[in-house]
Each structure stands twice: as C-alpha cells, then as structure tokens.
C-alpha cells in the first residue's frame, strides 16, 4: 500500500516514492522473513514432529530467522517515521528529515505538502501499523525460542490418553 501514496500509481511511475518504502520492510520482514519460518514451525506440529528435541532444536533458528526479519521491519518503519516522506511543496523533498520525529506532532506542518494529498498521514499510518506488528512479531518468535530452548533441554511431554 506503501507504493500507492494517495492512492494513485502515478507516483511509482514517476519514482516519487520514499526511500523507505522501497526498501521492502513490511513484505521482507514481515512478510518473507516470518513465513518460510512459520509454514516449517505449523507443519512439525501438524506432523507431531516436534515430540521430539531435535524438532525442538530446529524451531529456534528458525523463530530467529524471524526475529531477524521483526528487527529488519522495525528499523525501517522506524527510519521511515524518522525521515518522513517524500513530497512535494515546490521540489520533491523529503522537508521533515531534520526533524527528529517532531513534525509527527506538529500537524500544522504537514500542509508543507502539497503532493501528494495526505502524504504525511499516509504514511505515518501505515509505518507506525509496521512498527507495531514488528513489535509483536518479535515478541512471539521470541517467545517461541523460550519455547524451542525449554523443549529441546527439558524434552516435550505429551498427556497419554487410555483407551
């Protein structure tokens, strides 16, 4: 949704896009870099291979693979909200990288731009719904290496039903 500020295909087409948006956070951390991941992790479970300690072992490099991709999404939701986005006013800029996340509360200053319409609430919108979904991103692959680390030590335990 990034690339369609305003939500016009022109501005892709003229290469008017924050540098940020580009450099993919949402589909590569938090799209590619959690699926391969999460496909392996459900499927040990659905064929009960993680019974065992070594199918325990595996879910932590993988769980941290995703992490990794939570931190990527996070650094740049955070770089994007930092910078602010590209718009024009008279030139393309991007008129609030000096501002150290201040123009975030100063909504007079968001009229700087004048192209595209609502640039700055576009954008802030959709990176601070990325930093929050990185966030909790991270926190389940890190709850899900616990999880790996205490099942690959302890051993998994499974309640035996009698017939």
């Known amino acids: 949704m990034l690339f369609f500020p305003g939500w016009d295909i022109k501005y892709v087409k003229d290469g008017h896009i924050t540098v940020e948006v580009k450099y993919l956070g949402g589909l590569l951390g938090g799209g590619l870099m959690v699926l391969i991941p999460a496909i392996y992790i459900h499927m040990t479970e659905v064929n009960r291979c993680c019974g065992n300690r070594c199918g325990m072992f595996l879910s932590i490099p993988f769980a ?12 740049v939701a955070t770089l ?3 910078n602010g986005p590209l718009c024009k006013n008279e030139t393309w800029t991007t008129p609030f990288n000096d501002k150290n996340f201040k123009y975030l509360t100063n909504y007079k200053s968001w009229g700087d731009c004048t192209e595209p319409k609502n640039i700055v609430q576009f954008n802030t919108v959709l990176f601070v719904i990325l930093l929050v979904t990185s966030c909790l991103q991270g926190l389940l692959c890190a709850i899900q290496m616990i999880i790996g680390l205490i099942g690959c030590v302890c051993g998994v335990f499974f309640n035996k039903e009698e017939p």
């Open 80 to 82: 994007a909200l930092h």
């Open 64 to 75: 941290a693979v995703a992490l990794l991709g939570a931190l990527y999404s996070f650094a």
